[in-house]
């Protein structure tokens, strides 16, 4: 299933309207019987007893209770299925949930009030799936996809999954079909939460994206950023994010083959706690950064990222920090909301790399310096950062490189292509606040 991110998954909401085209999709199918030697127990959950309502006319939670047993495989075939009430899971261990093109809806909202449904077939919270908490997060394996949570209709879009793991996690294949309209959370929040934990992200299309609570039915009140509630005015959408991390997560992340955006707050907020690595990912036209990302000291090497040829576990490979490596961002509008200017790539704090990546910025902002667009930038908390051998194009007068730190950070082997207005000759009237390094950087193929 490809959905292009084009002007018919923005319908009803003009600021969608006119999406970069990204003619890419994920697939939605994962086959139980490469699972099913992980688990002792398979189910069917539309089989006796559980008897799911494939046909979307009833709802599935207590099915999903009766299914979720330790060390269980449950498998959804293809339908669609409907839920009325967040499921929520503590304490159990080795569970999956794999579909196979199984359509996910929420029944009827008619009232929502910030991240609680108060009338309408669903009612309550706006987590479709809670699996684990920060206290007590999920142990043993995770497998979860093969889903396609529906948001085409009005009035739809939730957290499609809230994932806190202890120890591994698969998290694959699933699509977010259409535009978050409901202004509450975002599609997905997971995050590693042990050193030693590993959460793998893999083939995610949100390319939708996600509307500001204030251009939907959502009556919640927000704090803008002087400390003052916004009701039913503007102010920022906290938390209306595609993906989430958390911020007191640790161990490793990996987001890998994502599609994201645009959304009112963050594309991809991943930053939190431990090593994050977002690779080989598409992002556009979301509010504040499209991927931001941070890096701290709480996690451990792991078999799956780490392992030296000699078979040793080293923190010095390729990844021994905070990764974002091959992906392609693009601004060229606003998303939903109020903002006026959106980071590309963001490293907010701790140890990081920016390598491989395609960034472009087709649209000027009325602000400038750190209040403006820029392609690739850093924070105060960063205390080291390596930009190498990424391509930049400027399409609209923008920084290519923001930096907002003294400490040591390094662009090498980085093209800079400003079209379409006048850059000027040198690469530093590009570049904006403190002074990187530059190792054989050019703007239009000059040093």
């Not at 929040?189 to 949100?206: C, G, L, T």
């Not at 002087?226 to 595609?242: L, N, V």
């Not at 979301?286 to 040829?309: C, K, V």
Request: proline share 4%; charged share 20%.
């Amino acid at each position: 299933m490809a959905f292009d991110g084009g002007s018919s998954m923005g319908e009803g909401n003009p600021a969608n309207v006119g999406a970069t085209n990204i003619d890419t999709g994920v697939t939605t199918v994962i086959d139980p019987a490469a699972y099913e030697d992980r688990f002792s127990n398979v189910v069917d959950i539309t089989d006796d007893p559980y008897n799911a309502d494939p046909t979307g006319e009833e709802p599935i939670n207590d099915a999903l209770m009766m299914a979720w047993e330790d060390d269980t495989l449950i498998v959804f075939p293809q339908g669609q299925y409907k839920m009325n009430q967040s499921f929520r899971r503590t304490g159990w261990r080795d569970v999956g949930l794999v579909g196979q093109n199984a359509v996910i809806r929420h029944g009827e909202v008619e009232a929502i009030s910030g991240h609680t449904v108060d009338e309408g077939e669903y009612r309550g919270g706006t987590m479709l799936f809670q699996i684990g908490t920060t206290d007590s997060p999920h142990q043993g394996e995770l497998v979860f996809g093969g889903f396609i949570f529906d948001w085409a209709r009005e009035n739809a879009g939730m957290r499609g999954l809230y994932a806190m793991v202890g120890d591994r996690a698969e998290i694959r294949n699933i699509a977010f079909n259409g535009v978050h309209d409901l202004g509450t959370h975002g599609n997905m929040r997971v995050a590693a939460m042990a050193p030693d934990a590993f959460a793998h992200v893999d083939s995610i299309d949100m390319s939708g994206g996600g509307m500001h609570y204030t251009d939907t039915i959502n009556t919640r009140q927000t704090e803008n950023y002087d400390g003052s509630t916004s009701d039913g005015g503007f102010g920022q959408s906290w938390s209306t994010t595609g993906i989430a991390g958390h911020r007191g997560m640790s161990g490793t992340t990996l987001f890998e083959n994502v599609i994201c955006g645009p959304w009112p707050d963050n594309g991809m907020y991943i930053q939190g706690g431990g090593r994050q690595i977002v690779r080989n990912c598409i992002t556009s036209n979301s509010g504040t950064s499209n991927i931001r990302f941070n890096h701290t000291d709480d996690w451990e090497p792991i078999p799956e990222l780490d392992e030296s040829e000699d078979g040793e576990l080293t923190r010095h490979g390729p990844y021994g920090q905070s990764t974002v490596e091959g992906c392609v961002v693009i601004i060229d509008r606003m998303p939903s909301g109020v903002h006026d200017a959106q980071r590309s790539i963001w490293h907010y704090a701790g140890e990081g790399v920016i390598r491989d990546c395609e960034v472009t910025v087709a649209h000027e902002s009325e602000s400038g310096g750190a209040a403006g667009n820029f392609a690739i930038g850093t924070r105060s908390g960063v205390t080291e950062s390596v930009v190498e051998n990424c391509k930049i194009s400027l399409l609209e007068p923008a920084d290519a490189f923001y930096s907002g730190t003294s400490a040591p950070v390094m662009l090498r082997d980085v093209d800079i292509v400003a079209d379409g207005w006048d850059a000027g000759s040198s690469v530093s009237t590009v570049i904006g606040g403190q002074t990187p390094s530059l190792e054989n950087v050019t703007l239009n193929g000059s040093l």
